[in-house]
C-alpha cells in the first residue's frame, strides 16, 4: 500500500553496527506496529505504537528499540545487529476506530 | 500459542472458486476471525473478517460455522494473482484492544491455469 512507506527497502549490514528502520504514512492512523517475518513463518510483533506518547513491547522486542517521532512516523533501530535479526521486517497501521491493518512493502534486513 | 490450525497448502484451478478452510475451536465469544493475505514477500493485505454472521465483500467471502470453531474463506473465481499465502487470524476487534495480529503459519493457495 503506497500509503505505508518503508526506508530502506534493503539494506546488508555487519555484527554490531546500529540500524535504524523508518517508517511513515499518510493515512492518519493513529496506531502504528513493527513485525519481523523469518523464512516460512509468519509475522510477529515487535513493538507497536496507539500513540506519540504510547509505546508498547510485542513478543520478541530484545535487541530492538523505537520512537515515534510523530502520528506519522515510527522507526525501529537495532542497537548492535546481530545475524540472528537478518529477517523482512514490516511496519503496519491502523486507525483505532476500524479493523484492519495496512501493512508497508517491507525492508529485508541481512546482517552478516 | 497458535489459536487457529489451517492445511499447509492448497491448489486450484483458475477460474474456479477457492475454499479455504481455518478451524479455531478455541475461540471465545467476543472474537473475531481475520483473513489476510501474503503475496511473494509483500506486506500482508487485509480480505475480510467476521464476528459470527457471514461476510462478503469485494475480494472473498467468509462463512463463519454456527459453533463458530471454524471457518471457510471463499475466493469465488480464483486467478492466477491470488497465489499467495492465506492467513487466517483470531483476534479482539481490532479498534478495541491490542490490534496486533498473531500469524501463524498460514495456508499456501496456488492457482494453476
Known amino acids: 500500500d503506497a500509503d505505508v512507506t518503508q526506508t530502506p527497502r534493503n539494506r546488508i549490514t555487519k555484527t554490531g553496527k546500529r540500524i535504524m528502520l523508518e517508517c511513515s504514512q499518510t493515512?492518519?492512523?493513529?496506531?502504528m506496529y513493527w513485525y519481523r517475518q523469518d523464512p516460512g513463518l509468519g509475522l510477529r510483533l515487535i513493538y507497536y505504537?496507539?500513540?506519540?506518547?504510547?509505546?508498547n513491547k510485542g513478543e520478541i522486542s530484545d535487541g530492538y528499540s523505537v520512537s515515534r517521532q510523530a502520528q506519522a512516523k515510527f522507526s525501529l533501530s537495532l542497537e548492535s545487529a546481530i545475524p540472528n535479526q537478518t529477517a523482512l521486517y514490516f511496519c503496519?497501521?491502523?486507525?483505532?476506530?476500524?479493523?484492519?491493518?495496512?501493512f508497508g512493502p517491507g525492508t529485508r534486513l541481512t546482517v552478516l | 500459542d497458535a489459536k487457529t490450525t489451517q492445511p499447509p497448502s492448497m491448489d486450484c484451478a483458475e477460474g474456479r472458486a477457492a475454499n479455504l478452510p481455518c478451524n479455531h475451536s478455541?475461540?471465545?465469544?467476543?472474537?473475531?476471525v481475520y483473513w489476510y493475505r501474503q503475496i511473494h514477500s509483500q506486506g500482508p493485505q487485509y480480505i475480510i473478517h467476521?464476528?459470527?454472521n457471514n461476510e462478503t465483500n469485494e475480494m472473498a467471502s467468509l462463512i463463519i460455522t454456527e459453533d463458530r470453531k471454524s471457518s471457510t474463506l471463499i475466493l469465488p473465481h480464483a486467478t492466477l494473482r491470488d497465489t499467495a499465502v492465506y492467513y487466517c487470524i483470531v483476534d479482539y476487534e481490532i479498534g478495541t484492544s491490542y490490534g496486533k495480529l498473531t500469524f501463524g503459519q498460514g495456508t499456501i493457495l496456488t492457482v494453476h491455469p
Open positions: 493515512k492518519g492512523h493513529d496506531r
Open positions: 505504537s496507539f500513540d506519540v506518547k504510547d509505546i
Open positions: 467476521g464476528l459470527k
Open positions: 478455541t475461540i471465545s465469544g467476543n472474537e473475531y
Open positions: 503496519a497501521t491502523s486507525d483505532s476506530r476500524a479493523d484492519t491493518q495496512y
